[in-house]
């Protein structure tokens, strides 16, 4: 209970932090949202300074900023220019598609890493090994902006599935069975890009942590006494190598997090990337600093997530 | 045991021969084609008589353990044959070789390192019973008590994990799981080594009690002299991979003939000459 008081602490103070740098980054860039307005003569100069002080953009940044953290307060977390609506709205329903997208590359990503990555180190050095070693390297070096182009190209060009966004026109009508069917549909490629994207780091780092661990005098003794390469690889191996795979859980959330901007920016994906993107070059900055701060938020909860399955796997590790 | 009784129990057939064993290490570096190959063991020839006990003597880096891994079929030897109850063995299939495992067994010299560190006494015990299809459900249990009641181990202890003993009980835990399975051979890589040596003493005792019980023969491997010199009936002795003498205790401490064995003897002797001057308050 103290461990998680402590941790929480730790996290507010972390996310304090973000979103003052956030606020000093914002203010360094130079124009505001109603800047574009000034180049059109129809409105007055007058009308646009009118403007900026209703929405405070005339205030010095400590003001802006305390004015920002009541609304934070306030459960408003400022206000977008672009939508005319508190920001909150505009995050909870992106960040819930953002974390739908990532959270099911990154179950499916270890869901594949730990039987591969398991598998060739019990393999190591024999040609299934160098096979997959090659393969991620290869997949290593391809950016991800490269990946995606290349799976939508092929999906444009065979009409396999949908090319972009979430749901197809007329989803509100569908069945419930058929929604989900759709909603997965759009999300193979996404996913599929993040898998790709996180497999070979995933996959390498299995191998590692399980090859050491086979080193062990201990696993020796095991087949000594005849153990089958199953039981070996999975109930002596695996869990001595899962230390250090589970602090890694916790940084691939982040990766994919910070991956899945991109993506979702080039499959017009509504998660926070394209609202962030957007947000950015329209200067709208509540937007920029609420979903900066979401994403911390998510990468927060991922590595507390994985302590906390590093307690209940370890018996060892205790939370003080 | 006297010398008298270790030759009789010689006449038996050895339950172990080897014949010209030898393994090789190759080394690549990464960016040229030079190769360094490694002779670990060099065309072996070695017999362990039944319910002897054998050391395995040399300095370190002289092929020992290698050795030894290759008698336990831990790897493959590259050449050579290994007889093992009148079976040649080194040549068998992983899946052929499994019935034939539990009749050989190895206790390692880091006890901390052989035994999973998640698991507790009572499981790391039952094991090989419960692999081998020995024993199920309750019965693993109360097997695995028994045998840590063998070696002199509480069986209150069951469920502590291997870290919250001491190193010579790691090492009583990792015989009795060694034991488990009803082992004709035993081998012991360094096992007594980075003990005390009072503990070292009550461990070759329960070893010589446990080889009276259940008919063990024991290859115990050692760059310790003086222990081989109290404790076995035959000495083999390896220098840079090969075996240079291999005879009773008696030959090789009284008579040793390679000049190897001559310097190691010697230096043995003259450790203790030391020690003993020391012990008794004087300048060597």
């Avoid at chain 1, 996290?11 to 949202?33: I, M, N, R, Y």
């Avoid at chain 1, 005319?84 to 179950?107: E, G, H, K, Q, Y």
């Avoid at chain 2, 362990?48 to 020992?64: D, F, Q």
């Avoid at chain 2, 001491?166 to 007594?192: F, H, M, N, T, V």
Wanted: net charge positive.
């Amino acid at each position: 209970m103290r461990y998680l008081k402590r941790r929480a602490i730790h996290g507010a103070l972390l996310l304090l932090g973000v979103s003052v740098l956030c606020f000093l980054f914002s203010d360094l860039a130079p124009g505001s949202f109603f800047d574009e307005m000034k180049l059109n003569p129809q409105i007055s100069p007058s009308t646009v300074s009118a403007l900026r002080s209703q929405y405070g953009l005339d205030q010095p940044l400590p003001v802006r900023y305390g004015r920002w953290m009541m609304s934070v307060i306030r459960g408003d977390w400022g206000y977008s220019f672009a939508y005319n609506t508190p920001v909150r709205s505009l995050l909870l329903a992106r960040a819930r598609n953002t974390l739908l997208l990532t959270v099911s590359a990154t179950l499916l990503s270890w869901l594949v890493a730990i039987p591969v990555g398991t598998w060739i180190a019990g393999r190591a050095g024999r040609w299934e090994d160098r096979i997959v070693l090659t393969g991620t390297s290869l997949f290593l070096a391809v950016p991800e902006l490269v990946l995606v182009l290349f799976l939508l190209y092929w999906v444009v060009r065979t009409h396999a599935l949908p090319a972009g966004g979430m749901t197809s026109a007329g989803f509100d009508g569908l069945t419930p069975k058929s929604k989900l069917w759709d909603l997965t549909a759009h999300l193979v490629v996404p996913v599929t890009t993040l898998v790709l994207v996180s497999l070979p780091i995933l996959i390498r780092h299995v191998r590692t942590s399980m090859v050491e661990a086979l080193r062990a005098p201990f696993v020796q003794a095991a087949r000594a006494f005849g153990i089958g390469r199953t039981r070996l690889l999975f109930r002596y191996a695996l869990p001595v190598a899962a230390n250090p795979l589970i602090s890694l859980f916790g940084l691939s959330i982040a990766g994919l997090l910070s991956g899945s901007l991109l993506v979702e920016a080039i499959m017009g994906w509504p998660g926070l990337g394209p609202l962030l993107l957007e947000a950015a070059v329209s200067r709208d900055i509540y937007v920029v600093v609420g979903a900066v701060m979401t994403s911390t938020l998510f990468m927060i909860l991922g590595s507390f997530l994985a302590d906390f399955i590093l307690v209940i796997v370890d018996p060892r590790v205790r939370l003080e | 045991m006297g010398i008298e009784a270790a030759a009789k129990r010689a006449v038996k057939a050895p339950l172990m021969t080897t014949r010209g064993l030898s393994k090789q290490y190759v080394q690549r570096s990464a960016f040229s084609r030079n190769k360094f190959v490694i002779d670990a063991v060099a065309e072996a020839d070695l017999e362990i008589a039944p319910e002897c006990l054998t050391t395995l003597v040399g300095e370190s880096g002289s092929g020992k353990s290698t050795l030894a891994t290759c008698l336990a079929l831990l790897e493959r030897p590259d050449r050579g044959e290994i007889w093992f109850e009148q079976k040649e063995i080194s040549r068998l299939s992983d899946r052929d070789l499994r019935p034939l495992r539990p009749r050989i067994q190895m206790v390692f010299q880091d006890s901390a390192g052989a035994l999973n560190p998640r698991f507790s006494a009572a499981q790391i015990i039952a094991e090989p019973l419960e692999v081998q299809g020995r024993e199920t459900g309750q019965g693993l249990r109360t097997r695995a008590c028994e045998l840590m009641e063998e070696v002199g181990l509480s069986p209150d202890w069951a469920d502590r994990r291997p870290l919250e003993f001491s190193g010579g009980q790691r090492q009583r835990l990792a015989i009795a799981r060694a034991i488990a399975l009803k082992p004709a051979l035993l081998i012991l890589d360094e096992s007594l080594s980075g003990l005390d040596l009072s503990t070292q003493a009550q461990i070759v005792n329960l070893l010589l009690d446990l080889r009276d019980k259940h008919a063990l023969t024991y290859l115990l491997i050692s760059h310790d002299l003086s222990l081989a010199e109290q404790v076995a009936d035959f000495v083999v002795v390896m220098h840079q991979g090969k075996i240079v003498e291999r005879g009773t205790r008696h030959d090789v401490f009284l008579r040793p003939r390679h000049p190897h064995t001559q310097q190691l003897v010697s230096a043995c002797h003259v450790v203790e000459a030391a020690f003993r001057t020391a012990q008794a308050g004087g300048q060597p």
